[in-house]
């Protein structure tokens, strides 16, 4: 990543993620992220629409489904351009530790999509090495190399929800 040398939180995940071979991180990126549409601005737009309640009700919950359609049809998308899948198990800004049932080894370059969210769908995308298997969690361990600012972000983001739903839940059972 640039040479920077930064320090990211890690935390316990259980994603779903794709993965496909390359020669190195210099191969372009088959992944193509697009930029999310923020769910509450387009709620906020229909609401201050002048238009009947029941009717932005309505449009929101079709807007909601269409969502989870397109979420369905992506995956499947993935599936072919990316065919290792993976699962993912422990997850920051700097990589992951995954399990799979594929063929990997130390030192092979790939490039994969984790799914952070499945509805509405929230893809990430990077390029890195398999770095080899943890002794402790026999899971391989993967470090980012390249990664665009706005997948980083969605991981940060997703680490950071994480870390506070625990911390909630962890307040609550005290």
Known sequence: ??????TFSRIAARLKGY??????DDEPFVFQASVPQDTPDREKDIRSANIPEALADFLLDIDRKLDMLLSVQSQGNLRSDFPLSLQVMEISGAGIKFDTKAKVSEGDWLEMVLVLNQFPLRLSGAKGRVAGKDKHSGLWRFEFTVIRESDLEAVIQFVFQEQRQQIR???RNL
């Open 1 to 6: 990543m640039d040479g920077e040398q930064r």
């Open 19 to 24: 993965a496909r071979p390359i020669a190195s």
């Open 169 to 171: 839940h962890l307040k």
